[in-house]
T-cell receptor, first 109, second 114 residues
Framework: GQNIDQPTEMTATEGAIVQINCTYQ??????LFWYQQHAGEAPTFLSY??LDGLEEKGRFSSFLSRSKGYSYLLLKELQMKDSASYLC??????????WGAGTKLIIKP | DAMVIQNPRYQVTQFGKPVTLSCSQT?????MYWYQQKSSQAPKLLFH???????NEADTPDNFQSRRPNTSFCFLDIRSPGLGDAAMYLC?????????????FGPGTRLTVT
C-alpha cells in the first residue's frame, strides 16, 4: 500500500526554527508537494521538490532525499500566523497525489 | 484575480436529502478535482476531470456523483447524504495532472448533515 507519515502535532516558539518531517512509501515517485492549511480553510501551495536537495523560498525551505523516501519542511523565524497544518503529498507513478494527514504546528509566544 | 470559487461556503442538509455543491474556476485549468476532508485527516480524492474525461476513484461511494458541463464549472452531487458525509468538500484545479503542477484550491464547502 501507499503511505505518507508525518508527526501529528508539533509545538514551537515564535522566532524559532522548526523542521517538519515526512516519510513516504509509494508506488513510484514524480514529485513531492508541501501545502499549508489554516484551520477551516483550504490548502495553499508552499513548495515542490522532484530532485534531491534543498529548495529555499523565503522563510520556508523544503528538502528531498528520494533514496531515503524522506522530505522535510523547514520554517525559520516563526511567526504566530504560521500556526497551521502542514501537509506532505507525493505524486506516484500514476500521477495520483497521495496525501499525508498533516502536521498541526502550534506556535507559542 | 484568477481563482477557484465554491458555493455555498456552508451547507446544511437533512439526512437523505440530495444536495449539490458547485465549483467554478477562472484559471482555465484542464483538471478539476473534488476532495472530501474530515477533521485532522488527509484530503480524500473523490473524482477528477482531465478536460471532459471523468475519473472516479475506486473507493468513492455510489452516493457521490459529479458533473463538469464546461471547462469552468464542476458540480458534486450527494444523492442521499448520511451523517458520515459531514465534512469539508474541497474543489481544486491544476493545469495538468502530471508532474509538478500544483493544485489550486477553493475555500471549501462545509457540509453539515442533520
Amino acid at each position: 500500500g501507499q503511505n505518507i507519515d508525518q508527526p501529528t502535532e508539533m509545538t514551537a516558539t515564535e522566532g524559532a526554527i522548526v523542521q517538519i518531517n515526512c516519510t513516504y512509501q509509494t508506488s513510484g515517485f514524480n514529485g513531492l508537494f508541501w501545502y499549508q492549511q489554516h484551520a477551516g480553510e483550504a490548502p495553499t501551495f508552499l513548495s515542490y521538490n522532484v530532485l534531491d536537495g534543498l529548495e529555499e523560498k523565503g522563510r520556508f525551505s523544503s528538502f528531498l532525499s528520494r533514496s531515503k523516501g524522506y522530505s522535510y519542511l523547514l520554517l525559520k523565524e516563526l511567526q504566530m500566523k504560521d500556526s497551521a497544518s502542514y501537509l506532505c503529498a507525493v505524486v506516484d507513478s500514476n500521477y495520483q497525489l497521495i496525501w499525508g494527514a498533516g502536521t498541526k504546528l502550534i506556535i507559542k509566544p | 484575480d484568477a481563482m477557484v470559487i465554491q458555493n455555498p461556503r456552508y451547507q446544511v442538509t437533512q439526512f437523505g436529502k440530495p444536495v449539490t455543491l458547485s465549483c467554478s474556476q477562472t484559471l482555465n485549468h484542464n483538471v478539476m478535482y473534488w476532495y472530501q476532508q474530515k477533521s485532522s485527516q488527509a484530503p480524500k480524492l473523490l473524482f477528477h476531470y482531465y478536460d471532459k474525461d471523468f475519473n472516479n476513484e475506486a473507493d468513492t461511494p455510489d452516493n457521490f456523483q459529479s458533473r463538469r458541463p464546461n471547462t469552468s464549472f464542476c458540480f458534486l452531487d450527494i444523492r442521499s447524504p448520511g451523517l458520515g458525509d459531514a465534512a469539508m468538500y474541497l474543489c481544486a484545479t491544476s493545469r495538468d495532472p502530471t508532474g509538478g503542477y500544483e493544485q489550486y484550491f477553493g475555500p471549501g464547502t462545509r457540509l453539515t448533515v442533520t
